[in-house]
């Protein structure tokens, strides 16, 4: 089993910036790819970015790429989404999740380990 926290979401003006983290425990977070989904209201939730096991591979959705960073923390079970130049269409609720599998990975099926969410709001 694995249990992943988020934090860091929040209020934040257009053009601002956050910075995400998820903290996980259970299992040795070296050994899982992460990822970044969110969901906007009343829309379906969505990839955002994921991240090998040893950091050195990420991959985004188009729609975040030059915006977002994915990176991860392996000493301290960590994985962290940097926001910058953030949009009102950006608001979603962000779910951090956790995969067993190699490669890239970007289907919710294929995470086996899924945080709560953590709100962000991007006011215009």
């Known amino acids: 089993q694995v249990q992943l926290v988020e934090s860091g979401g929040g209020l934040v003006q257009a053009g601002g910036s956050l910075r995400l983290s998820c903290a996980a425990s259970?299992?040795?977070?070296?050994?899982?790819?992460m990822g970044w989904f969110r969901q906007a209201p009343g829309k379906d939730r969505k990839f955002v970015a994921t991240?090998?096991?040893?950091?050195?591979?990420?991959y985004y959705t188009g729609s975040v790429k030059g915006q977002f960073t994915i990176s991860r923390d392996n000493a301290k079970n960590t994985l962290y989404l940097q926001m910058n130049s953030l949009k009102p269409e950006d608001t979603a609720v962000y779910y951090c999740?956790?995969?067993?599998?190699?490669?890239?990975?970007?289907?919710?099926?294929?995470?086996?380990?899924w945080g709560k969410g953590t709100l962000v709001t991007v006011s215009s």
């Open positions: 999740a956790a995969s067993s599998a190699l490669g890239y990975v970007n289907r919710e099926d294929e995470f086996d380990y």
């Open positions: 259970g299992r040795i977070f070296s050994s899982l790819t």
């Open positions: 991240i090998s096991r040893r950091g050195d591979r990420t």
